[in-house]
């Protein structure tokens, strides 16, 4: 059997060793807040979450240290106070990814050091009332913005419906020759609403644990101004035995003219730690593209340091890069908790095949572990 197939593995597991031995020793890193007597709160947190990727594009291997995109590392910082019978939080959130696990690939490997203004996650004021709802108003999510990624596995820091973000900038190779110009990411997708904009958004109220969303913005960051819009319905129960999220939307993109659909549910046995997990979505700008997507979960306490999820999914999608192509990916995902040093140590083997009418492609194959800080 070729060696070569065996450097992802290898990697993969030495990256463990090292940061399990950091994360037994380290002493945990925690939020900082500030709260003044008038009861103002001043809170500063973030994470980073790095690792070792391994893409195997069915000639050759790449390794490289970059960024997880399936959650990236960010700051943020939160302002909280009241305004008699208002509730008021302004929030602004910046990632930063100089080689992100989305856009390193066989033919970019270096960092980009630069910060542009797209890094800008959150800029917003937060307005909430128990009666009239929640008011959002500046740079954030809209309303339809993870509707296709409710997830309650525990493995959503490595594997969720948003299969492509371990590594969407890899290219697909022709069988027995050179890179093609479809990238994985464009392969995959899970149509998950219209992001974080410069948008006003309304949340209802929660009754008996729906509530519905709506939202209209425009992409300013990126100086994209056709508006946008959306509207999501949301559920959100915990039972005795069960946990069970919700959610679904529908979204208008007039830049491109697109509607966008998207909805997952996912519920967890709390006895038994088993989760199942589905999502769906599509769609429509002159060509309909969509795809489901399911996952298995297990997590449980094992050791004392906190509890260990794991996980199985399929991915199957039709239509999502051009019209007739079919995109599938499997993928196994496992994550140790350490719980007082606010900590995830996390692993994901995962492979892409994409096909179309016009060549045959070769499978990739991604493996990819590394660690969250939380602070």
Request: charged content about 20%; glycine content about 10%.
């Amino acid at each position: 059997m070729d060696a070569r197939r065996f450097r992802p593995a290898i990697a993969l597991a030495a990256f463990a060793n090292v940061f399990l031995a950091q994360s037994a020793l380290a002493e945990g890193l925690k939020p900082i807040e500030y709260v003044y007597a008038n009861g103002t709160k001043i809170k500063l947190s973030g994470q980073l979450n790095v690792g070792v990727l391994s893409y195997d594009d069915g000639a050759a291997t790449n390794t490289t240290f970059v960024d997880n995109d399936n959650s990236s590392s960010r700051a943020r910082v939160q302002l909280f106070t009241s305004l008699g019978a208002w509730n008021l939080e302004s929030v602004f959130e910046a990632e930063y990814q100089p080689l992100a696990s989305n856009t390193v690939s066989q033919l970019n490997k270096t960092p980009n050091w630069n910060f542009p203004k797209t890094n800008i996650r959150k800029a917003e004021i937060i307005l909430s009332n128990d009666m009239y709802g929640k008011f959002y108003f500046g740079q954030g999510s809209m309303a339809s913005d993870g509707t296709a990624e409710v997830d309650k596995s525990g493995t959503g820091v490595i594997a969720y419906a948003s299969v492509s973000d371990s590594a969407a900038g890899y290219f697909f190779r022709f069988s027995g020759a050179g890179l093609s110009k479809r990238r994985v990411g464009s392969a995959f997708s899970d149509f998950d609403g219209l992001s974080r904009k410069v948008r006003v958004r309304y949340d209802t109220p929660s009754y008996n644990g729906f509530s519905l969303h709506t939202s209209w913005g425009q992409d300013l960051l990126a100086e994209r101004n056709n508006p946008l819009y959306d509207i999501a319905a949301v559920y959100n129960g915990d039972m005795e035995a069960f946990s069970i999220g919700a959610a679904a939307a529908v979204a208008r993109d007039t830049r491109t003219n697109t509607n966008i659909f998207s909805a997952s549910v996912s519920g967890l046995h709390k006895e038994s730690g088993v989760s199942l997990t589905l999502a769906t979505g599509g769609r429509n700008d002159g060509g309909m593209g969509y795809y489901g997507y399911a996952k298995l979960g297990y997590e449980h306490r094992f050791l004392p340091v906190g509890s260990t999820a794991a996980s199985v999914d399929v991915y199957l999608g039709d239509d999502i890069a051009t019209t007739a192509p079919n995109s599938t990916s499997v993928g196994l995902a496992l994550v140790q908790n350490f719980d007082d040093q606010n900590i995830k140590l996390w692993g994901t083997w995962r492979t892409y095949r994409y096909d179309d009418s016009t060549a045959s492609y070769e499978n990739g194959q991604a493996v990819f572990g590394g660690v969250l800080f939380k602070f």
